[in-house]
């Protein structure tokens, strides 16, 4: 076997990022607390819900009360997650006010997972502002709301939040500091795995040396990749079919989108999770340089927004949809009647606005 090409690659290609001191910081803050609060975006995705437990799961072996709060519900096709966890130290706003009011009341430290700012956690945003406890942020976001927390770490080149947790915790860990349980060692690999869309997009050397380590110290990526790709329901199938053969649109400008109505939501009875990952389905064919998928909710369109390399996806959804995120990888909302008259009216404009960001970005 051949293997002279590893020497020829530099070694500080390897680690972009350092992370001691920060880590260092975060192991004291941890030290000195006692009741804990996670808190992670609104619709919490793959890698909300896995930092979250691997930080729970270190936590707890440091003998902290720890609880991890969600704006809203974990969708049904995630919720596999919490296998093996205790339910009651699962709570989201959204079903439970009273009982996250009062958890937040009596802690002392809260770590923000996967969010730049109190903003992208919907109905807690007040209660956030207002708890005196010490916030950590722990993000890969670009334009952290530094001013909201005692201590950022924000890795905007990092895959995920799941992997910048899991380097947090392994330095610290191999510092003598608490220790990661299988559980929460696989809950940080899931993480990863779903926002690098199972090692498609932001994938770095870091990345495949944690899923290394990963996988060597006995995580089950088969049954994780199974988990997350081989159990949706028949209805979400086919209304893919029909989105992509009916409602798909490839703008001049190369860029492709489908609007998902309230009426199409019912009549396949897709759920919250149900139509995750449509936004990437576009993306395969050749002359398109970025996709928009817009979802209807209540007096908005929720949007997610995908683009190549060399096409900010993060740009088109703060100018034109209230939002923003990664370069390649973004989201936001369009509400009616602010933006649009009506639902009717998402189409014209998408195709203004899209015209008008190719345009001007030339
Ligand atoms: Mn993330």
Redo the contacts with the bound molecule.
Sequence with gaps: MQYNLYFCIPVFLKMTFDLTNRAAQMGQIAAASRKVATIAHTHP?G??IG?SIGMYCWLRSLGKEVKCIFPDAISTNLTFMLEGQKADDFLNYADAEGPVRDWLAGCDLLVIL?MNSFSRAAGLEEPLHAIKAVKILI???LNPATEQFNLVISEPGIS???ELVYWLLKDLIGKGQGELSLQGATALMT?MTT?TNNFANSTLPSTLEMASELLAAGVDRDNIVEKINWRYKESRLRALGMLLDRRLTITPEGTAYMILYKEDLEAYKLGDGDTEGFVNIPLAIGNVRMTVFLKEDKGHFRVSVRSKKGTSAANYASRYCHGGGHENAAGGKIYFPQDIPSPGEASTYLEKTIKEYFNESL
Aim: glycine residues 8%; without cysteine.
């Design positions: 995705d890698d909300a930092s996967d993000d890969h976001h995920s939040a799941s993480g926002d």
